[in-house]
Every structure is written in structure tokens, then in C-alpha cells.
Nanobody, 115 residues
Framework: QVQLVESGGGLVQPGGSLRLSCAAS????????MRWYRQAPGKQRELVAL???????NYVDSVKGRFTVSRDNAKNAVYLQMNSLKPEDTAIYYC?????????WGQGTQVTVSS
């Protein structure tokens, strides 16, 4: 069983920044990839960023150059630094990890980009 808890969301003006955190209760945290997803109202959940156990990183095209994912294995945590935020980044952001066929999700944190 893996528990994930996101934090750091909020209301920010366009062009602003936020840093999301995800704390994991998993003794094997360092062995597995971590993902950030988001879901906007009326839209499907989409993968935003992935960081593997070896530190390989991928982003969805819409956030490349603006978002940075990182992990701290000593703290069992993964982060998403979001800069130059746009209204279209408004969504609930979730962190995710997998163990075999099972997906584990946090409760999500709301990010709203609005003036």
C-alpha cells in the first residue's frame, strides 16, 4: 500500500509560479517512477510529467520549458515547479505511482491561474 499526499496548490495570477509537493509513504520510493497528472473541468486526466527511478524525465509538450519535475529520495518526495503559469494550467494536480498493475493516487491539489 502506498499513500500519496499532495500540497502546494493555490490561486496564482498568470505568469506566476507555484511549487507542488507530493509526499509518499513507501519504503521502496526510490525504486519507482513518479508521475504528475492534472485534470481540468470537463477534460480527461492527462500526464504532465514523469520522473523515473534513474532520473529520466518527460513532459507533455504544453508545459515544456515552464515546469520542472524533481524528486528527493531521502525525503520520499516528488516536486513540480511550475513557472510562467497560464490560465489553461488550471486543474487539479495529482501525483501517481504504480506497483505492478496497481495505480496509486493522492487526493489532488487545486491549481487555479486567474487574474
Amino acid at each position: 500500500q502506498v499513500q500519496l499526499v499532495e500540497s502546494g496548490g493555490g490561486l496564482v495570477q498568470p505568469g506566476g509560479s507555484l511549487r507542488l509537493s507530493c509526499a509518499a509513504s513507501a519504503s521502496d520510493f526510490s525504486l519507482y517512477a513518479m508521475r504528475w497528472y492534472r485534470q481540468a473541468p470537463g477534460k480527461q486526466r492527462e500526464l504532465v510529467a514523469l520522473i523515473t527511478s534513474g532520473g529520466n524525465i518527460n513532459y507533455v509538450d504544453s508545459v515544456k520549458g515552464r515546469f520542472t519535475v524533481s524528486r528527493d529520495n531521502a525525503k520520499n518526495a516528488v516536486y513540480l515547479q511550475m513557472n510562467s503559469l497560464k490560465p489553461e494550467d488550471t486543474a487539479i494536480y495529482y501525483c501517481n505511482t504504480r506497483r505492478g498493475i496497481y495505480d496509486y493516487w493522492g487526493q489532488g491539489t487545486q491549481v487555479t491561474v486567474s487574474s
